[in-house]
């Protein structure tokens, strides 16, 4: 069973920069697309961005193009997204999620989540 741990959230100010990190075990990490997902209060969850298992391509919400940066590093079972920019409207839980492209196109594994609150 896949299992996945975020870590990496917390407070910072309009402009600052966070690294969200996604531990992953329980199954072979290099044949699982990643994605990252938030929701903020009130609102439902939306994508923000995904890297697929095989050539490694990103994509990514337009409202973080050029401000987030997702990746993988297969020998540690890790995905990341790196936060620069940040907005008061990034303030949300993060999730990481997995998925077995040649079983799902859904995202069917997720972690518990992270807080990340941007301060104006």
């Known amino acids: 069973q896949v299992q996945l741990v975020e870590s990496g959230g917390g407070l910072v100010q309009a402009g600052g920069s966070l690294r969200l990190s996604c531990a992953f075990s329980g199954r072979t990490f290099s044949r699982y697309a990643m994605g990252w997902f938030r929701q903020a209060p009130g609102k439902e969850r939306e994508f923000v961005a995904d890297?697929?298992?095989?050539?490694?391509?990103?994509y990514y919400v337009d409202s973080v193009k050029g401000r987030f940066t997702i990746s993988r590093d297969n020998a540690k079972n890790t995905v990341y997204l790196q936060m620069n920019d940040l907005k008061p409207e990034d303030t949300a839980v993060y999730y990481c999620?997995?998925?077995?492209?040649?079983?799902?196109?859904?995202?069917?594994?997720w972690g518990q989540g992270t807080q990340v609150t941007v301060s104006s």
């Open positions: 999620a997995a998925r077995e492209p040649a079983i799902s196109q859904e995202y069917n594994y």
């Open positions: 890297i697929k298992w095989n050539d490694g391509h990103t």
